[in-house]
C-alpha cells in the first residue's frame, strides 16, 4: 500500500494490519504515534529527554507485541498507549524517587534551556517544574487534559476512574498549579505593573 | 515579597499553549528505533515461543540426530563407489584373495559367472 494512502486509515485498521504482517502499517503508526506518546512522557517525566525517549519506545513496543490479540473495538489505540506511557512512568518515577510519588525534588531553577530567552519556552519551563509538584494522579490528568486535548471521558479510560474523578483531578490541579506559578509572573511574561 | 494573584484561567491557557507548542519532536534515531523494533517483532525468530520442528528436525530426531545423519551419509558415499568400482576391483581383491589359497571367486559363489554374463 503507498504510504501517503495510509494517511486516512484509523490507528485501530493500521495496528491490525500490522497483527497482519503489514510492516507498511507500522511505519505509519509510528509517525503517527511516537510524537503524543514521547510528549506525554516528557510532561510526566519533568521534562526528561532521555527517558522519556526510552519510555516511549517501550511503550511502542508493547503496542507491536499487542497487535496480534488486539480486541478491534474495545479500546482506543491512543487511550491504551496514554495507559501504558502513564504506569512506564509510574514505575521509573517510583525507582527513580524511591519515596513516595508527590515527594518528587523540584528541578533546579538553572536548568539549561536550548531555546532560553524565548517567552514560549519559558513558560513551558516553569510549566514543567510547576507540574512536576503536583501530585502524580493531578499532573497526568491535567497533561491529558489541557495538553494532550483528550476529553474527559477519554481521560477516565486512560487513567481508569470516573469522569467526575477527572474533573476533580484536573480542577484541583489546575488550581495548584495557578497558585504555585503566581509568583513567577515576570519571567511568565504576565506582570502588568 | 508581596503576595501575588494566582493565575487565571487564560493566563494558565497560555503556559498549556506554550507546552504544546514546545512538546518535544520524536528525533529521527527515535523514530529508527521504533520501526526496527516493529519490523523485529514481525520476524518469526524473535518469538519468544519454542520454534515448531520442521520436517528436517523430525527425520533427525527419527534416526538419531546429526551423528547418526552423518553416519548414514558416509554409507550412502561408500555404497555408491563400490557400486562404481564393481566388479572388476572387487574382482581383483577377492581374485587376488582366494587365488593365494587356489580358489577362484566362481568356485564360492557358482552363479556368480552367469550373473556377469547376464549383464
Known amino acids: 500500500m503507498p504510504f501517503d494512502a495510509l494517511n486516512d486509515v484509523s490507528d485501530e485498521a493500521l495496528l491490525v494490519a500490522y497483527g497482519n504482517g503489514d510492516a507498511e502499517a507500522a511505519r505509519a503508526l509510528t509517525l503517527r504515534l511516537t510524537p503524543k506518546v514521547l510528549g506525554f512522557a516528557a510532561r510526566m517525566l519533568g521534562g526528561d529527554r532521555a527517558e522519556a525517549e526510552d519510555v516511549a519506545q517501550e511503550a511502542m513496543l508493547r503496542l507491536w507485541r499487542q497487535a496480534p490479540s488486539w480486541r478491534q473495538g474495545e479500546a482506543k489505540v491512543t487511550t491504551w498507549l496514554y495507559r501504558v506511557v502513564a504506569n512506564l512512568c509510574t514505575d521509573r518515577l517510583r525507582k527513580a524517587s524511591g519515596v513516595a510519588l508527590d515527594a518528587v525534588p523540584e528541578p533546579e531553577d538553572d536548568r539549561p534551556s536550548a531555546a532560553e530567552g524565548l517567552q514560549q519556552a519559558a513558560r513551558a519551563a516553569a510549566l514543567d517544574r510547576a507540574l512536576a509538584d503536583l501530585p502524580e494522579r493531578q499532573r497526568q490528568a491535567v497533561v491529558l487534559r489541557h495538553i494532550e486535548g483528550l476529553s474527559n471521558p477519554e481521560i477516565a479510560a486512560v487513567m481508569d476512574i470516573g469522569v467526575e474523578a477527572v474533573e476533580s483531578l484536573t480542577a484541583r490541579g489546575k488550581r495548584a498549579l495557578a497558585k504555585a506559578l503566581a509568583g513567577r509572573r515576570e519571567e511568565l511574561g504576565y506582570d502588568d505593573g | ?119
Open chain 2, 1 to 119: 515579597m508581596a503576595e501575588r494573584p494566582d493565575l487565571t484561567d487564560t493566563e494558565l491557557d497560555g503556559l498549556f499553549q506554550a507546552a504544546r507548542d514546545t512538546a518535544p519532536m520524536p528525533s529521527a534515531d527515535l523514530i529508527a528505533r521504533v520501526i526496527a523494533d516493529a519490523e523485529a517483532e514481525l520476524e518469526p525468530g524473535v518469538e519468544p515461543a519454542a520454534p515448531r520442528p520442521g520436517i528436517l528436525a523430525a527425520v533427525l530426531a527419527t534416526i538419531g540426530g546429526w551423528p547418526a545423519a552423518a553416519g548414514l551419509a558416509t554409507a550412502a558415499v561408500a555404497g555408491l563407489m563400490i557400486g562404481i568400482a564393481t566388479p572388476d576391483t572387487l574382482q581383483d581383491l577377492s581374485g587376488g584373495y582366494f587365488a593365494a589359497a587356489g580358489y577362484q571367486l566362481e568356485d564360492l559363489l557358482p552363479s556368480y559367472g552367469d550373473l556377469l554374463g547376464e549383464g
